[in-house]
């Protein structure tokens, strides 16, 4: 018998492309034996079968790191090193990127596209500046805007004044005839003191979503824009009124599971290892995959194949002790008495005896008064 939603497929396709009774049962019978062949028997090993999967497909994958032709500041992390980083749940990936989809409305040409970009983007007070001085007479800075970036970026004079003031509170900031004069309010203030505000000054956040540091809008081949983004802020791109907020993409699993949810985190595992895994040419069944995220999402955070994450956590004394600082896991579980139930296949493999799966997951049971006859009874 097969699942319903199946059947309701087959039934579909029977329709619309007006196949014979005799070629629907044909089909059915087809998709059934395919069926029965993808469930998982009682007892299957598939924690083994999974590691196995991606062991055996991690030694065809290569050692780089992904470079966009012509740009210096995008690189992409792909292949092994990239599958390590999912499953050992870094928090901050080594090329962490985003992929930011535009409505319609606002990418009906490249350059409508390319002012959203440059609004994505973060700017800080330095990219904008023609010059600064400092005056080593009276312990004062000054800064002259460059009013051509401004235009570039629809930034005004005021909007930048505001937040200059903002960002140094410990600072008297006024507007004087060509420029902006930052002067500390500290009047014992030494000359390295007045070099490092000329620096914390340059790094004042102007506009932008804080940590993309570049952006390249693209046209994929369904003919959408996209901004590709280097660094990650999926908090802030979600209030952009520009952007497709359902199909914003990072690489970044921890920032997903934060702002979206466990859910959401589990589903960027899921994509995230099946985009390096293709992109390599390499086919695995999706639910080797599946399962992974659901081991590491279960408890509701995210959680990294290591001895921090899920494999210090086992019940198991012994498969804890198998894994990475044996002596540290035996002495503890000693001090406290702990015991273990020998519930799962590493601990029964190392005191040699039949691991609960497959034909050692069943127990047999024998009617004593049969066994002592000889004869089993009728």
Not at 290 to 296: E, N, P, T, Y
């Amino acid at each position: 018998m097969l699942p319903k939603h199946l059947q309701e497929k087959i039934d579909g396709y029977a329709k619309k492309y007006k196949i014979s009774d005799k070629n629907v049962i044909e089909i059915t019978k087809r998709v059934e034996e395919a069926n029965e062949y993808g469930i998982i028997a009682p007892g299957e090993a598939i924690g083994i079968v999974t590691a196995e999967c991606f062991g055996e497909r991690a030694t065809q994958m290569t050692l780089n790191t992904f470079h966009f032709s012509g740009v210096a500041e995008m690189n992409i992390t792909v292949g092994l090193p990239r599958l390590i980083e999912i499953f050992d749940a870094r928090k901050n990936p080594s090329t962490p990127q985003m992929e930011i989809p535009l409505r319609p409305k606002f990418s009906k040409n490249i350059d409508m596209v390319r002012i959203v970009a440059m609004k994505i983007k973060e700017t800080l007070l330095g990219e904008i500046i023609q010059e600064i001085t400092i005056n080593i007479a009276k312990s004062n800075i000054m800064v002259i805007l460059d009013k051509k970036k401004l235009k570039d970026l629809d930034l005004k004079p005021k909007f930048v004044f505001d937040k200059i003031v903002a960002g140094l509170k410990t600072c008297d900031v006024k507007e004087v005839d060509g420029g902006i004069l930052i002067k500390p309010k500290d009047k014992e203030i030494n000359l390295s003191e007045v070099y490092k505000l000329k620096e914390k000054a340059k790094s004042i956040h102007i506009g932008g979503l804080k940590g993309i540091t570049y952006v390249l809008p693209v046209k994929n081949d369904e003919g959408i824009y996209i901004v590709h983004c280097v660094g990650s802020n999926l908090k802030d791109a979600l209030e952009l009124e520009e952007a497709d907020t359902e199909n914003i993409r990072t690489n970044n699993i921890f920032e997903t599971s934060t702002v979206l949810g466990i859910e959401a985190a589990r589903a960027a595992i899921l994509q995230e290892s099946l985009h390096v895994i293709r992109g390599q040419g390499i086919d695995l069944n999706i639910r080797h995959i599946m399962l992974l995220a659901d081991v590491m999402t279960r408890t509701g955070i995210v959680k990294g194949v290591t001895r921090t994450g899920i494999s210090g956590e086992k019940e198991s004394v012994i498969a804890r002790a198998s894994f990475e600082t044996p002596i540290k896991h035996i002495i503890n579980a000693t001090l406290i008495g702990e015991r273990d139930p020998l519930n799962s296949v590493i601990e029964n493999v190392v005191i040699n005896q039949p691991v609960p799966l497959g034909t050692g997951l069943p127990k047999l049971v024998a009617k004593k008064e049969a066994m002592e006859s000889g004869k089993p009874k009728k």
